[in-house]
């Protein structure tokens, strides 16, 4: 069983940043690609960001390319996301997931074998 623990959320004021972290309990996050997804307020869970097990391939929804970066240390078991020029449609419940095959920075959430709790964004206009 994996955990895993999302913080970093908070309020910005549009065009502010905030990073994002996510730390996984056990000793094979190195094997694992990671993902970043959101949920608005009324919406279905959308996915953000995924990156692949040794970080060499990461993947973006459009509509936060050149804006968020993700990355990961797997030294800390942790993967973050840099989000930067943050709009007021950026506000949501942001989660952190792990897909145990590694291989593929998917951006499908079936691939995804874990999944944090969750933590919120709220951007000010």
């Known amino acids: 069983q994996v955990q895993l623990v999302e913080s970093g959320g908070g309020l910005v004021q549009t065009g502010g940043s905030l990073r994002l972290s996510c730390t996984a309990s056990g000793h094979t996050f190195s094997t694992y690609a990671m993902g970043w997804f959101r949920q608005a307020p009324g919406k279905e869970r959308e996915f953000v960001a995924a990156i692949t097990f040794g970080g060499h391939t990461t993947t973006y929804a459009d509509s936060v390319k050149g804006r968020f970066t993700i990355s990961r240390d797997n030294a800390k078991n942790t993967v973050y996301l840099q989000m930067t020029s943050l709009r007021p449609e950026d506000a949501a419940v942001y989660y952190c997931?792990?897909?145990?095959?590694?291989?593929?920075?998917?951006?499908?959430?079936?691939?995804?074998?874990?999944w944090g709790q969750g933590t919120r964004v709220t951007v000010s206009s």
């Open positions: 997931a792990a897909d145990t095959s590694g291989v593929v920075a998917g951006n499908r959430e079936i691939e995804y074998d874990y």
